[in-house]
């Protein structure tokens, strides 16, 4: 099986608190729908920078990272259906889908 990263991008954050609840809820429902698939289960993101040879910027706007999640898939196609039922695209946010590649360090 092969590794595929979810980055979700974008989003709208629940409006209330029993919003956000019932968010986390569905979220851990699709999750436990993967199975063992569900890798790593994933991180949220807040306080964004970015570091470079010529310094820290901490101006990203676009696109607003919001987290990362880890799957196993036997096709990019089925990572792919795997996301298309993900909770976060109902905040309007959206799903990169990246093909890990294994590598011996």
């Known amino acids: 099986m092969t590794k595929f990263a979810f980055i979700y991008t974008g989003g709208n954050p629940p409006a209330s608190k029993e919003e956000g609840m ?5 979220w851990q429902e699709w999750a436990q729908g993967l199975g ?3 890798v ?7 306080n964004l920078t970015a570091v ?3 310094g820290v910027r901490n101006d990203l706007e676009s696109p607003k990272l919001a987290g990362v999640s880890v799957v196993e898939a036997a096709s990019m196609e089925e990572a792919q ?3 298309a039922s993900c909770p976060h695209l109902n905040l309007g ?4 889908v990246a093909e890990g590649m294994d ?3």
Request: proline content about 11%.
């Open 93 to 96: 946010g959206e799903i990169i």
């Open 81 to 83: 259906k795997m996301a």
């Open 40 to 46: 790593f289960p994933g991180m949220p993101f807040s």
């Open 22 to 26: 019932a968010h986390m809820a569905r």
């Open 52 to 54: 470079s040879s010529t």
């Open 103 to 105: 590598m011996p360090m």
């Open 36 to 38: 063992t698939a569900y």
